[in-house]
């Protein structure tokens, strides 16, 4: 069955310094994933996919992955966090071949501090 | 694009009382999800159409929940009878698939639904 996971709940960073929000995956055959972002009172909104091609994808605000086929990893970062950048990320990916479902990670808070 | 557009954004309901919530995709989009997000569960999925047609509903909770989509631009979710137990943010997403591929799912800005 496919499944993902994000490892930690709460991630912290210092304004400007790299961050890292972690996420592995467990699929049968090739893999679909995506990185979500939630504010505050808001729905969740797309941030980057990666379908195939380039491990290393990049996406809106300056986010970008990796796609780590042997870790079975596909980590979300950027080089230089922004306080606006605290909010709530989620990683996604495909539910089993042939369908749209995607299965969500429980979501990683992120606080990055002035 | 407006998005996926979602209504109400609030609703505040008693016991008992039958809730209907309401969802417009992106225009085009052919697949349409319920979502439900509670600080306990996390995020949810209840069900999810394509062209229309429910593919799977194992998310619904119990009988008291159920959705349509009489087109494919509209889906309702309705609770009857409501319990305090549902109290959550609801969300409505849309995507398309094209050339085999599955896109990214575009979500509405949820409705917050309070159950006293």
């Known amino acids: 069955a496919q499944s993902v996971a994000q490892p930690e709940d709460q991630v912290n960073v210092a304004e400007g310094n790299p961050l890292t929000v972690k996420c592995t995956y467990s699929v049968s055959g090739n893999p679909y994933l995506f990185w979500y972002v939630q504010y505050p009172n808001r729905g969740l909104q797309f941030l980057l996919k990666?379908?195939?091609?380039?491990?290393l994808v990049k996406g809106s605000y300056g986010f970008e992955a990796e796609f780590n086929k042997s870790q079975t990893s596909f980590h979300l970062k950027k080089p230089s966090a922004l306080v606006s950048d605290s909010a709530l990320y989620f990683c996604?990916?495909?539910?089993?071949?042939?369908?749209?479902?995607?299965?969500f990670g429980q979501g990683t808070t992120l606080q990055v501090k002035p | 694009d407006a998005g996926v557009i979602q209504s109400p954004r609030h609703e505040v309901t008693e016991m008992g009382q039958e809730v209907t919530l309401r969802c417009k995709p992106i225009s085009g989009h052919d697949y349409l999800f319920w979502y439900r997000q509670t600080m306990m569960r996390g995020l949810e999925l209840l069900i999810y159409?394509?062209?229309?047609?429910?593919?799977?509903d194992s998310g619904m909770p119990e009988d008291r929940f159920s959705a349509k989509m009489p087109n494919a631009s509209f889906s309702t979710l309705k609770i009857q009878p409501s319990e305090p137990r549902d109290s959550a943010v609801y969300f409505c997403?849309?995507?398309?698939?094209?050339?085999?591929?599955?896109?990214?799912?575009?979500f509405g800005p949820g409705t917050r639904l309070t159950v006293l």
């Open positions: 990666y379908i195939t091609g380039d491990n």
């Open positions: 997403a849309s995507s398309f698939a094209s050339g085999g591929r599955y896109n990214e799912q575009f």
């Open positions: 159409f394509n062209n229309n047609v429910p593919i799977d």
């Open positions: 996604a990916v495909r539910g089993s071949s042939n369908t749209g479902k995607l299965i």
